[in-house]
């Protein structure tokens, strides 16, 4: 009798796993995670795959840092600040409690190990250090946070503050939190920093251990950043990428830290077994040059740039078309990068991307004087 029970267990493991492959791209229920908001987004396209309560507002700890290491990276961008630059620690940073590396009021650490110390252990005294060092106070750099919110349309958020602890009115939503979790990881640098597990501070004499403990455990994982306060829960927004495919998984309020990990791991597992980004092709019939009428060249070169990606569900990504629609009439005079038409890509007859199809160079107008002077230059020749 046991060893029958046995074989129907495992034929009804079996059966299961058949089952969760094919329907791996069906809208997932809500109990899929078991924290009360979550949001699941494709960071290429914006897509988002699976929400629950995601628009409800509630503090989210740390995962507040996201923005700050935003306006980091953007300071880095526009030149404001450097690697290099020194940092000396207020009286208003050192005083940070929570997760922090016990900066001292005067001591000089450079924006580079500020960084890390921000990412991989949630330093509050260390995103304090790096919000003066960018705005001069921490209320200025808020004021630019949220500045930086209203651009990205994040409707649900609002900071009082630059590194998450709990204070009234400091809220956000699980959907806020992908849209700047996407707008971060633009930034390329940031991986150098949230994919370190382990490294040390003030030349080895201060270790520190990243708080994402799915950096040990999850296939292909990225990053992004963690959280936990009394008011947040637990809270997470992890990345991670399998063959060019980076989904964003954010769960918030979650009862524990083995939740929240649990939970997210389950979305970017949804995520995975059931979509792939598949970047464009050009289309076969897509010419090298085209005519061009009343122009001093006869043809222009063609460009076409295809960027992004496109995120369609498992097994469909043989069924994308391409259509190729030049420009009617081609005239002169041409600039260098001036439409000459599109290429429309369809997926079930749903169109699902659009590129310009733009010339290579420039071809001035036919005219009396640059023929006459062409003749010139033909006459001198002989």
Known sequence: MKKLVKSVAALLSLTTVGLSCIVASAAPSA??????SALLMDSATGQVLFEKESHSQRPCASITKVMTL???FEAFDSGKISMTDEV????HAASMGGSDIWLEEGEIMSVDDLIKATTVASANDAAVALAEHISGSEEAFVSQMNKRAKELKMNDTVFKNCNGLDEEGHITSAYDVAVMSRELIKHKEIFDYCTIWMDTLRDGATQIVNTNKLLKTYNGITGLKTGTTNEAGCCITATAERNGFVPIAVVLGADTG?????DAAALLDYAFAGYLSVAPQPPKELPSVVDVQNGMQKQVGVELKLDGAFLVE???ESAITSKLKLNEEIKAPISKGDSLGKVLYYLDDKKIGEYDIT???DVSEISFGEVLSLL???LVQF
């Open 314 to 316: 498992k097994g469909k």
């Open 258 to 262: 083995k939740q929240r990990f649990a």
């Open 88 to 91: 000396s620690a207020s009286a």
């Open 376 to 378: 010139f230059q033909y």
């Open 359 to 361: 010339s290579a160079n």
């Open 70 to 72: 935003l306006l980091v």
């Open 31 to 36: 109990d899929l995670v078991s924290a009360p």
